[in-house]
Nanobody
Framework: QLQASGGGLVQAGGSLRLSCAAS????????LGWFRQAPGKERDFVAT????????YYAGSVKGRFTISRDNAKNTVYLQMNSLKPEDTAVYYC?????????????????WGQGTQVTVSS
């Protein structure tokens, strides 16, 4: 089970840090990812992180602005979002998948959090 938090309203150029806490199986078993979905659009890949946290991969639209990290001892994954833009406005979801390969399709992920709203005003 995944529980996302940390969303909110922020001005363009500001920062937010999302968190996603997990319960159940050992956290380190999963590759973790963040996705986002704007109104009327498909759910898009944002970032993913390996089971150990040593490797990450980002969507081009957020690379250099967002940072994904994880703390396996706390069963938590984070998404630090800096230099936010109005086009980053969306519901953000954390997700987990069994395996070790980085995949960007939402269908590759087995477990999902409930989503947290991020709104960036211009």
């Amino acid at each position: 089970q995944l529980q996302a938090s940390g969303g909110g309203l922020v001005q363009a150029g500001g920062s937010l840090r999302l968190s996603c806490a997990a319960s159940g199986r050992p956290f380190g078993d999963y590759v973790l990812g963040w996705f986002r979905q704007a109104p009327g659009k498909e759910r898009d890949f944002v970032a993913t992180i390996s089971r150990s946290g040593s490797a990450t991969y980002y969507a081009g639209s957020v690379k250099g602005r967002f940072t994904i990290s994880r703390d396996n001892a706390k069963n938590t994954v984070y998404l630090q979002m800096n230099s936010l833009k109005p086009e980053d406005t969306a519901v953000y979801y954390c997700a987990a998948r069994d395996g070790i390969v980085f995949l960007t399709s939402p269908t590759a992920y087995d477990y999902w959090g409930q989503g947290t709203q991020v709104t960036v005003s211009s």
